[in-house]
């Protein structure tokens, strides 16, 4: 795996639609585990009409103020999607991360993420069947 700059924190956590989302945005964010809790918050999936569920995961960097930091990039995607549910996903993602942000760090939370990587997994399919990656 490519490492730029510094140490590539890689953390990956599957993102639960059961949060309380008032609870979770309002909160600040002090830890890895509470930048994914919320982030849960802001997940809207396609509808099934739009897209099939699938798997999609990014990775981000954030600023000291909680901005993202450079440009989102998707890593995976479930390898039997289709163009339109690559898409429906990318499109949710990015809406995602954009209702997330600035993110609430803590003073000690934002020292720490920094400029650091996030690998972020967006489950959407009920069982993820072994398959072979698909890198995007």
Known sequence: MARRGG????????????????????APVNTIQDIFRHLS???RPPSPAKARPLDITVVVSFNRAGNILGHPR????????????????????MEALQRCTPMPFT?????????????????????????????A
Do not use: H
């Open 7 to 26: 140490k590539l924190l890689l953390v990956a956590a599957m993102l639960l639609l059961g949060v309380s989302s008032t609870a979770a945005q309002d």
């Open 41 to 43: 918050t802001c997940w």
């Open 74 to 93: 998707i890593t995976y995607e479930s390898s039997e999607a289709s163009d339109n549910d690559r898409l429906q996903y990318r499109i949710a993602v």
């Open 107 to 135: 003073d000690a939370m934002a020292g720490a993420a920094a400029g650091r990587p996030f690998a972020i997994q967006f489950r959407n399919r009920k069982t993820s069947p072994p398959t072979q990656e698909r890198r």
